[in-house]
């Protein structure tokens, strides 16, 4: 799993749809994942520390885990099925851990609010990331490729040992 930040909030030239962009710590990668509007404005109000003046869904929520004593761990976006990301809430209460199947832009949304980390399962950003500096990510598969190229099975061998055949 790799750990990734909201960058932003961004709109869709061609649909208008909100797009909440998720990077990581080293900002190679992004991942685009389509959002509703209500969701964009709940991330974005939680970014600019704004509040409501009655709490709304997310706010709602937050507040419920707090008064169970319960605390969002981690949101983990673990699959991409048909262009449709899937989340979950792993919270926990004293030493009980529970995964709440999410929406990921929900779960954003909660976690923002929370401070909580967001993660993402390496298949999801092989699959659906988008490279952030495209020189970098060029230089990157060159240099694997000069590895690749230059690599001996004696290399190998002397490095892994002889396998069971």
Do not use: C
Not at 41 to 51: D, F, M, R, S, V
């Amino acid at each position: 799993m790799i750990e990734m930040k909201i960058a932003g909030i961004a709109l869709d030239a061609m649909t208008r749809s909100p797009i909440v962009l998720l990077k990581d710590a080293l900002d190679k990668r992004a991942l685009p994942i389509y959002i509703g509007q209500d969701q964009a404005k709940a991330i974005i109000g939680a970014l600019e520390n704004q509040t409501p003046p009655r709490p709304l869904t997310h706010d709602l929520i937050v507040n419920m885990l707090e008064a169970w004593n319960m605390t969002l761990e981690r949101v983990v976006i673990h699959s991409l099925q048909k262009d449709t990301f899937y989340a979950v809430l792993i919270i926990k209460q004293g030493e009980v851990k529970k995964e709440i199947d999410a929406r990921p832009s929900d779960a954003i949304a909660i976690a923002v609010r929370t401070n909580t980390p967001i993660w993402v399962l390496e298949e999801v950003i092989a699959e659906a990331s988008i490279p952030v500096d495209r020189d970098a990510d060029e230089a990157e598969q060159e240099a694997f490729r000069e590895f690749i190229s230059n690599l001996r099975p004696e290399d190998l061998i002397q490095r892994f040992g002889p396998g069971d055949s």
